[in-house]
């Protein structure tokens, strides 16, 4: 723990990277998985059950030298929403954004339903999002639709 400028820091800071706010404590496993921050050669420091005004209890990842593709931000929007993403550039925030779902997922998850084309040929799957909270999608191909608690990320 450390102290700078009278703030009290819960995790350290990093100086160059990315750091993934607002995620609900119960979906950070999930986060770390669907971008495979397990495999990445970067320091990684995440924390749980921190407290949050919004959220109750959130979770935090802060990724040292990494910043994400739209492919990557996308999947974190599929799990997680209400995520919001800091940029760090030499230990200062030079962008906030919002994570948010664009209006068709391509090549991110697959269809749950096992007579989906896409379960059977090699078709790239694609999905028209219905609702971005909680995150709801439609298959293109069979037109099932499933939510993020269904979900089989690619």
Known sequence: MSD??????IVSAIEN???IDHIPSNRLFE????????SIASQITFGSNLESKTLGKKAI???SDKFF????IN???????EAKLNIIRNYTVVEKQ????????????RCFNPVCITNHQAITQKFNVVASNPTTLQCVYCEKITDKDNFNLL
Do not use: N, W, Y
């Open 75 to 81: 999947k974190i929007a599929i799990v997680v929403p």
């Open 98 to 109: 919002h994570v948010s779902l664009p209006a068709e997922i391509t090549g991110i998850t």
């Open 31 to 38: 986060v770390i998985s669907i971008l495979k921050l397990d």
């Open 61 to 63: 990842i802060k990724i």
């Open 69 to 72: 593709s739209g492919d990557e």
């Open 4 to 9: 700078i400028q009278g703030r009290h820091l």
């Open 17 to 19: 990277g990315t750091v």
